[in-house]
Nanobody, 121 residues
Framework: QVQLVESGGGLVQAGGSLRLSCAAS????????LEWFRQTPGKEREFVAG????????YYADSVKGRFTISRDNAKNTVYLQMNSLKPEDTAVYYC??????????????WGQGTQVTVSS
């Protein structure tokens, strides 16, 4: 069982930055690929970014490529999502996910509770 807890969401103006964190409670954190998804009301949850277990490979949705950066610190059991040049359309609840295949992408069985990101115009 993997428990994930996101933090770092909030309200920011367009063009601003936020960094999301996702802390995992598992001894096997370094064996999991990790992903970020986001969801707005009435829409499907969509893939945002993913990172391999080693951190050597990263993957991004076209809509965030060049603006968002995913990284991980296996010593701290934490994955990050640095979000720059934020746009109002980035407004969503952001979820951390573990155990999927980010190169496809597919979602794994473990989810965090989500953190709200709101970008004002």
């Amino acid at each position: 069982q993997v428990q994930l807890v996101e933090s770092g969401g909030g309200l920011v103006q367009a063009g601003g930055s936020l960094r999301l964190s996702c802390a995992a409670s598992t001894r096997t954190f370094s064996s999991y690929a990790l992903e970020w998804f986001r969801q707005t009301p009435g829409k499907e949850r969509e893939f945002v970014a993913g990172i391999s277990w080693s951190g050597g490979n990263t993957y991004y949705a076209d809509s965030v490529k060049g603006r968002f950066t995913i990284s991980r610190d296996n010593a701290k059991n934490t994955v990050y999502l640095q979000m720059n040049s934020l746009k109002p359309e980035d407004t969503a609840v952001y979820y951390c996910n573990a155990g999927g295949v980010p190169s496809i992408p597919t979602r794994g069985p473990y989810w965090g509770q989500g953190t709200q990101v709101t970008v004002s115009s």
